[in-house]
C-alpha cells in the first residue's frame, strides 16, 4: 500500500455564498436574508465607508442608493423624499460633514453654530414669524411688510420642497446694516438639503435677498425665529413647536435653545436689558425671481 498522503488546508481569499444575488444591476432590498444587509442597518455613513473599503464585495453593496438612501432618511428623521436631483451618498456627506452656510459665505462674521435637525416641507408654501403662538388666520393676499408689522409673520411661497436642514448660527452684528453695532446677531438657517451640491450656489451666483425687516423699538424679553409648513400647521408634531412653555429655558437662562418637528424648526433665546431688535427675514432663489426657494433666515440683533 502507498503512503497516504495529508492533504494540508491553505488560505485563500473568500466569497460571499450570496454574491450571485447581488448583480451588478441587481435592486438592494433590506428584506433580503442576509447577515450583513442587517448589520448595515445599524451603520452610520463614515462606517459604510469603511466597510465599503474592504473589499469589491461589501465596496458594491454599500455603493447601492437604496442602502444610502435608507442611511440618510433614519438619520435625519424624515419622511421618505421622492425624488432628489443628486446620488444619496452625495446627500448624506452634504449633510453630515459638518458644513454650513457662513463656511462657504462670509466665514470672517462667524462665530459658532449648532445643528438643529431636519425637516421636511411637504407644500411650497412657507410661514416664516418671530412669535410662537398659532395664527387666527393666514393672509392670502397681504404684502410680507404689512404681515411682519401688524403679525410678527409672512408668507413665503415657492418654497423648494424635499428635506431642510436648520442650523442656529450666531453672527457678528456687522453682517447687517447697522455701523454702530459692534455685538452678535443669533440667525435661523435652514437649506434645502441639496443646496451645496447646486452648481448656482457654489460659483456664487444665487444669493440671499432681503424679504422684509422688521423692528421693535422696545425692551423684548427673547428673540424667536420659527419655520413651518403651512400645510402642516395643525398637526400634532407642530403643535409641539408652537407650544414654546414646553421647550423654551426659564427667564434666567440664557443658553438658546430650539425645537423641530417633521415640518417645522423654531428657535428662542432669552436676552438681558437691551432697546429693542432688528429682525431680517432672507430668502435665497435658484436663481431669478420666480425660481424655488432653496434657503430661508432669520436673523435677529439687538438694537
Request: glycine share 6%.
Amino acid at each position: 500500500m502507498g503512503k497516504r498522503v495529508r492533504r494540508t488546508s491553505t488560505i485563500c481569499s473568500c466569497s460571499s455564498p450570496r454574491a450571485h444575488i447581488l448583480a451588478p444591476h441587481s435592486v438592494f432590498s433590506w428584506y433580503e436574508a442576509d447577515l450583513w444587509t442587517e448589520i448595515m442597518k445599524y451603520l452610520d455613513g463614515k462606517s459604510l465607508v469603511m466597510l465599503g473599503a474592504t473589499c469589491r464585495w461589501f465596496h458594491r453593496i454599500t455603493m447601492e442608493e437604496s442602502v444610502w438612501k435608507f442611511v440618510c432618511l433614519r438619520d435625519l428623521q424624515v419622511p421618505e423624499s421622492q425624488h432628489v436631483a443628486y446620488k444619496w451618498n452625495q446627500l448624506y456627506r452634504s449633510a453630515f460633514d459638518g458644513s454650513h452656510s457662513y463656511q462657504f459665505r462670509q466665514p470672517e462674521k462667524h462665530i459658532d453654530w449648532m445643528r438643529i435637525g431636519a425637516f421636511f416641507f411637504d407644500s411650497p408654501v412657507a410661514l416664516l414669524t418671530e412669535k410662537l403662538g398659532v395664527p387666527a388666520k393666514i393672509p392670502q393676499r397681504e404684502t410680507a411688510e404689512i404681515m411682519i408689522q401688524t403679525t410678527g409673520s409672512c408668507v413665503l411661497r415657492n418654497i423648494k420642497t424635499g428635506i431642510w436642514l436648520a442650523d442656529l448660527q450666531l453672527v457678528r452684528c456687522p453682517v447687517c446694516n447697522l455701523s454702530t453695532c459692534e455685538g452678535t446677531m443669533q440667525t435661523l438657517d435652514a437649506r434645502h438639503i441639496e443646496l451645496f451640491l447646486s452648481e448656482g450656489y457654489k460659483n456664487g451666483s444665487w444669493e440671499y435677498e432681503s424679504v422684509e425687516t422688521h423692528e421693535i423699538k422696545k425692551h423684548t424679553d427673547m428673540a424667536t425665529g420659527a419655520i413651518f409648513d403651512i400645510k402642516h400647521l395643525n398637526d400634532a408634531s407642530t403643535y409641539e413647536v408652537w407650544d414654546a412653555k414646553a421647550w423654551m429655558g426659564k427667564p434666567n437662562d440664557w443658553q438658546p435653545k430650539a425645537r423641530i418637528a417633521h415640518h417645522a424648526v423654531a428657535v428662542n433665546t432669552n436676552l438681558q436689558q437691551n432697546e429693542g431688535l432688528l429682525i431680517k427675514y432672507e430668502a435665497m432663489r435658484a436663481g431669478g425671481l420666480e425660481a424655488d426657494v432653496v434657503g430661508i433666515r432669520i436673523s435677529q440683533q439687538l438694537i
